[in-house]
């Protein structure tokens, strides 16, 4: 089956705009967690959905926000960006809420210049 | 505050040697340790580890938990080029309604053939 998809791949955003990214997670899965990737911090969590509910949420500004669909496919927006957003947005899929291993998408590469 | 910390941070070795990756935590509502491998974007999973003392075993690669002394290890015998990349652990803390991965920085590891 398919794994996780992450669209889009690349992006290149100006000071000041905002995103939006995109995570189909595996079919029949319900929780999608966010995590940025940074060579200085490595992975940190965003934040996680279940049923379209946001259950936890990282130590990052209220710049980040998320949403989940009823399918499950999650986006997260980053407004007013800031040259160090740019890192690499992975999301993880898991088939249930707790002790399941966590499977991640390609990734997003996000730079803001 | 949660933390996960890998050792060593970087590590050479030529193709059959075998190599142990550490890696120790301190997580809140501790649940399951997971190993995941990181060439280009996604993290791939490798092992998730809920038990102490139980050794789980995926061809070269065995990972065992210590959850006495709040510690893994993996380790990959008779290594290959094509190991050579980024080594993640992660505890996932669950509880409540938290429930998210806490990632060290991970250790890389470059194969010489």
């Known amino acids: 089956k398919a794994g996780v998809t992450q669209t889009p791949r690349y992006l290149i955003k100006t000071r000041g705009q905002q995103v939006t990214l995109s995570c189909s997670p595996i079919?029949?899965?319900?929780?999608v967690s966010w995590y940025q990737q940074t060579p200085g911090q490595g992975l940190q969590f965003l934040f996680e959905?279940?049923?379209?509910?946001?259950?936890n949420k990282g130590n990052f500004p209220g710049r980040f926000s998320g949403r989940q669909f009823s399918n499950s496919r999650s986006e997260m927006n980053v407004s007013t960006l800031e040259l160090g957003d740019s890192a690499l947005y992975l999301c993880?899929?898991?088939?249930?809420?707790?002790?399941?291993?966590?499977?991640f998408g390609q990734g997003t590469r996000l730079t803001v210049v | 505050e949660d933390k996960v910390v890998q050792s060593p941070l970087s590590l050479v070795v030529h193709e059959g040697d075998t190599v142990t990756l550490n890696c120790s935590y301190e997580?809140?509502?501790?649940?399951?340790l997971l190993w995941y491998k990181q060439e280009k974007k996604a993290p791939t999973f490798l092992f998730m580890l809920?038990?102490?003392?139980i050794e789980k075993k995926s061809g070269r690669l065995s990972s065992i938990l210590d959850k006495k002394e709040l510690f893994s290890i993996l380790n990959i015998t008779a290594t290959q080029t094509g190991d050579s990349a980024v080594y993640l652990c992660?505890?996932?803390?669950?509880?409540?309604?938290?429930?998210?991965?806490?990632f060290g920085t991970g250790t890389l590891l470059a194969v010489q053939p």
């Open positions: 993880a899929s898991a088939s249930r809420t707790a002790n399941t291993e966590a499977f």
């Open positions: 079919s029949g899965h319900r929780s």
């Open positions: 959905y279940f049923s379209e509910t946001q259950r």
């Open positions: 997580v809140t509502n501790f649940r399951s």
């Open positions: 809920t038990s102490s003392g």
């Open positions: 992660a505890g996932l803390n669950y509880g409540g309604a938290t429930n998210k991965l806490i």
